[in-house]
C-alpha cells in the first residue's frame, strides 16, 4: 500500500511563521493520472489562498481505499476523505463517523448546485459532504453501426429499442455490449428498467429494503428484461468478460450499443470516437417522470478529524464553481456546481444537459444499497441473464438476502 | 527456554490470528461500528446457504482433480530420472509451470478457455466438437481452473518426486534384479514403496492445495457465472470484503480451517501408522 501512497507535502509560498500552521491530511483515491494532476494542482492553488495550512495528500487506488477507509474512520482518520454521495455516505453518517458541514450550505451554493444533488450529501435536512463531481450513464452507440440498420438515432421507446435489437440482429451485429464478469454493468439495466418502469422513489425504497423483491413491480422490470434475454440482445460471453473487454466489441463493429458511464468515453480510440454517439435510456412509459443514474463523487470530513476547522476550509473550497470547473475540466468530468464550465466535449454536455433536467438522480445499484445486498442480488441479474427461466429462484435469493439484511416492513404488491 | 522465541512467533502470527478469527465469527460486524455477540448464529446461516455447499463441493471437485497432479508428476519424474544426453534441459523446461507465478498462469489459461478467441473451442471444433465457452458455463468454469491449476501443480509433483528418486540407494534396485524383479513389478513393490515419504509430502501438498486456491478464482472467473465456481476461500473473501459481513466471513474462514486440519490430520495419522514397524 505504501508503494500507491505519494506524499504531497511541497509547501507553496513561505510559511508565516507567527500564523498557526496546520497540517491538513487528505486521503484520496484518485490514484489514476488525470484525476491525480487535477488535484494536486487544485491543492497547490489552496495553499497558495491559505499559506498557513500544510496540506498532505496521501493516494490510494480504489479498491483498497474502499477496504480502509472503514479502519480510518473508526481508529485515527485523516482530515478529509474522498467518498461517494447517497447511501455510500449515509452508511458513515447513520454510526456518527462524519462530521456535519451544513454551514458551508449557504443560500448562495445551494442556488448553484444541481438541484438533486444536495438530498444526495443529506440526512435529516442536515449536509455531511460536498459533491463535487458526476457522470452520466446511458447508451454510447455506434452511428454508422446503427444508421447501416436504419436508425438515424438511438432507440427512445421500449419498441423502437427492440426493434433496433432485430434490426441490428439481423445486419449480424450484437446489439448490446455488456460484460457482467464483475456483475455491475449487469446492474445499470436494472436500475434503468426499474427507474423507467417504476419511478424513483420505488426504485430508492427498493434500493434501501422497503419493498420486497417478489413484489410485482420488480417482476414487470424483469418481464422487461427478459424480452431483450430472449432475443438475444446482449453480446455472448459476457459472463466471462469485464466491461473493458466487452467495450472492444463496440468499436471493432460486432456490437452497437452499451449502456455505461460516461468515463468510457477516455478509451474510445481515434478512429472510432467521430462515430460515436450518447443517447438517454429510452422512456418505457410516457407518463413517467425522467430519473437518472449519475454516481457523484464527494468530499467529508470525519467526526474524529484533528484539523476541522482547516477541513472545512478546503471543503468550502472544493464547492467553488473556478475550482469545480478547473477539476472537472482536467478530469473531464461534470461539475456539481453547475455555475461551473466544462471542458468543451459533445459527451459532457450531453450528460449536464442530461442531469441538470432530471427529475432525480439515483447513484447506481452498488452504492444506493448495501453491499452486502448488491453482491448477491447482482449475481443474480447475471444469473437471469444467463438462465431467465429460473427466474422465481433467483428473486427469492434475494428476497431471503433482503429480509435478513433489512428486516420485515414492507410494502408489498403482489 | 530455547523454544521461547519460536513459541512466541507462533503465538503471534499462528494462535492469535486464529483464535481472533474464531472469536470475531461469533460476531455481526460491518467493519464500522459495534460489533454485536450473534452466538452460533453465522454458523447456523452458513449450513443452510447453499452457496456454502456449493463452494465446499467445488473445494472437495477440486481436490479430486488434484489427484492427477501425483500421477502426472510420477510418470514425468520416472520419464526424466534416466540418465540420457540433454535431460537436464528438459527437466528444467517441465519445471517451468511452477516457476511462473500463479496469476501468468491463470490469465494465459483465461485466455486459453476464451469463449470469444481463445483456442481452446478452436480445438474442440477442429475435432468436430461444439464450442462450450468453459468460463461461461457453469458446469465447466471449474474444471477450466482446475486444468489451470494442475499445470504447475504436476510440475510441483514431478520436482518432489525426482528428488525422492535421487535419494533412492541404486543397491536396493540392482539386488531386486538380481533377485528376479521385473518391469511394474519391480516399480511397484521396490521404487514406488521406497518413495512413501515423498509420497505423503505430495499429498499434502496437493491437498493444501486444493482447498486454499483462490489465486485462479480471482483471476478466472470471480466464482462466476454467479457463484457456480466459487470455492471456500473466494467464498470467505467475498463475504468479507465485498459483502462486508466480518463475521460471516470468519465463520467461512473456520470452517475452512477444519477441513483442512481435519484432511492433514488424517494424512499425518496414515503416515505415522505406516511407519511403525
Given at each position: 500500500m505504501a508503494a500507491s501512497r505519494v506524499f504531497l507535502?511541497?509547501?507553496?509560498?513561505?510559511?508565516?511563521?507567527?500564523?498557526?500552521?496546520g497540517t491538513l491530511v487528505i486521503n484520496a483515491?484518485?490514484?489514476?493520472p488525470a484525476p491525480r494532476a487535477a488535484w494536486q494542482s487544485a491543492i497547490e492553488r489552496f495553499q497558495v489562498e491559505h499559506p498557513d495550512v500544510k496540506v498532505e495528500l496521501n493516494l490510494y487506488d480504489h479498491e483498497s481505499y474502499k477496504k480502509s477507509i472503514r479502519n480510518w474512520l473508526t481508529s485515527a482518520p485523516p482530515d478529509v476523505v474522498f467518498w461517494f454521495a447517497g447511501q455510500r455516505m449515509r452508511q458513515f453518517v447513520t454510526p456518527g463517523l462524519?462530521?456535519?458541514?451544513?454551514?458551508?450550505?449557504?443560500p448562495d451554493v445551494i442556488g448553484g448546485?444541481?438541484?438533486?444533488s444536495l438530498a444526495l450529501v443529506s440526512v435529516d435536512g442536515r449536509q455531511y459532504g460536498v459533491p463535487y463531481q458526476y457522470y452520466q450513464v446511458g447508451f454510447y452507440y455506434r452511428r454508422d453501426v446503427l444508421a447501416a440498420a436504419g436508425?438515424?438515432?438511438?432507440?427512445?421507446?421500449w419498441p423502437e429499442l427492440l426493434r433496433a435489437c432485430e434490426r441490428l440482429k439481423a445486419n449480424g451485429v450484437e446489439p448490446f455490449a455488456i460484460g457482467t464478469r464483475d456483475l455491475w454493468p449487469a446492474a445499470a439495466w436494472f436500475d434503468y428498467l426499474d427507474l423507467r418502469e417504476n419511478g424513483l422513489e420505488f426504485h430508492m425504497d427498493l434500493m434501501q429494503g422497503?419493498?420486497?423483491?417478489?413484489?410485482a413491480r420488480v417482476r414487470r422490470v424483469f418481464e422487461r428484461w427478459g424480452e431483450l434475454v430472449e432475443r438475444g440482445c446482449f453480446t455472448r460471453n459476457h459472463a466471462s468478460s469485464s466491461w473493458q473487454e466487452s467495450q472492444a466489441l463496440l468499436y471493432d463493429g460486432t456490437a452497437g450499443m452499451m449502456l455505461i458511464g460516461n468515463y468510457i468515453v477516455a478509451n474510445f480510440p481515434r478512429d472510432v470516437r467521430d462515430r460515436m454517439a450518447f443517447a438517454p435510456f429510452p422512456a418505457l412509459r410516457p407518463d413517467m417522470r425522467r430519473f437518472e443514474d449519475a454516481p457523484m463523487n464527494t468530499l467529508h470530513v470525519p467526526a474524529?478529524?484533528?484539523?476541522k476547522a482547516d477541513a472545512r476550509r478546503f471543503l468550502a473550497y472544493v464547492l467553488r464553481a473556478d475550482v469545480q470547473q478547473d477539476l472537472n475540466r482536467a478530469m473531464l468530468q461534470i461539475p456539481v456546481n453547475t455555475r461551473a464550465g466544462i471542458a468543451p466535449d459533445r459527451f459532457l454536455a450531453a450528460g449536464r444537459e442530461l442531469l441538470s433536467g432530471a427529475d432525480g438522480l439515483a447513484q447506481f445499484f452498488d452504492r444506493d444499497t448495501s453491499e452486502d445486498l448488491a453482491n448477491i442480488a447482482m449475481k443474480g441479474f447475471q444469473e437471469f441473464m444467463l438462465r431467465p427461466e429460473r427466474l422465481d429462484a433467483i428473486l427469492e435469493t434475494i428476497e431471503r438476502a433482503r429480509l435478513r439484511i433489512y428486516g420485515a416492513g414492507t410494502i408489498s404488491v403482489r | 527456554m530455547l523454544l521461547a522465541p519460536a513459541c512466541v512467533l507462533f503465538g503471534v502470527f499462528v494462535i492469535y490470528p486464529i483464535a481472533s478469527t474464531l472469536l470475531l465469527s461469533l460476531h455481526d460486524w460491518n467493519g464500522v461500528g459495534a460489533r454485536t455477540f450473534v452466538g452460533l448464529r453465522n454458523y447456523r446461516e452458513l449450513f443452510d446457504d447453499p452457496v456454502f455447499y456449493t463452494a465446499l463441493a467445488n473445494n472437495l471437485r477440486w481436490l479430486v482433480c488434484y489427484l492427477v497432479a501425483p500421477l502426472g508428476g510420477l510418470a514425468l519424474a520416472i520419464f526424466l530420472n534416466?540418465?540420457?544426453?540433454?535431460m537436464r534441459v528438459a527437466r528444467s523446461l517441465f519445471f517451468m509451470p511452477f516457476v511462473l507465478s500463479q496469476v501468468v498462469v491463470g490469465l494465459v489459461f483465461a485466455w486459453f478457455f476464451n469463449?470469444?478467441?481463445?483456442a481452446f473451442d478452436r480445438l474442440l471444433a477442429t475435432l468436430g466438437l461444439p464450442a462450450i465457452a468453459p468460463l461461461d458455463s457453469e458446469r465447466w468454469a471449474l474444471y477450466a481452473m482446475v486444468v489451470a491449476g494442475l499445470w504447475p501443480q504436476t510440475a510441483y509433483c514431478m520436482i518432489l518426486y525426482l528428488t525422492g528418486l535421487a535419494t533412492l540407494p541404486a543397491a536396493i534396485i540392482d539386488a531386486a534384479r538380481v533377485d528376479g524383479a521385473k518391469g511394474f513389478a519391480l516399480f511397484r513393490q521396490v521404487v514406488f514403496a521406497q518413495l512413501r515419504p515423498v509420497q505423503f509430502i505430495v499429498a499434502m501438498v496437493c491437498a493444501v492445495a486444493a482447498l486454499r486456491s483462490f489465486d485462479y478464482v480471482v483471476i478466472m472467473?470471480?466464482?462466476g457465472p454467479y457463484n457456480s465456481s466459487t470455492v471456500l476461500a473466494y467464498y470467505m473473501y467475498e463475504q468479507t470484503?465485498?459483502?462486508?459481513r466480518y463475521g460471516y466471513g470468519a465463520a467461512i474462514a473456520s470452517v475452512l480451517l477444519a477441513l483442512m486440519s481435519g484432511i492433514i490430520v488424517m494424512l499425518m495419522w496414515r503416515l505415522m501408522r505406516d511407519e511403525r514397524p
Open positions: 507535502t511541497a509547501l507553496i509560498g513561505a510559511v508565516v511563521p507567527w500564523v498557526h500552521a483515491n484518485t490514484a489514476d462524519l462530521e456535519d458541514v451544513s454551514d458551508l450550505f449557504t448546485l444541481d438541484r438533486s436508425f438515424a438515432q438511438a432507440p427512445r421507446t422497503r419493498v420486497a423483491y417478489t413484489d474524529r478529524a484533528r484539523n | 534416466q540418465a540420457l544426453p540433454g469463449g470469444r478467441f481463445g472467473t470471480l466464482g470484503f465485498l459483502g462486508l
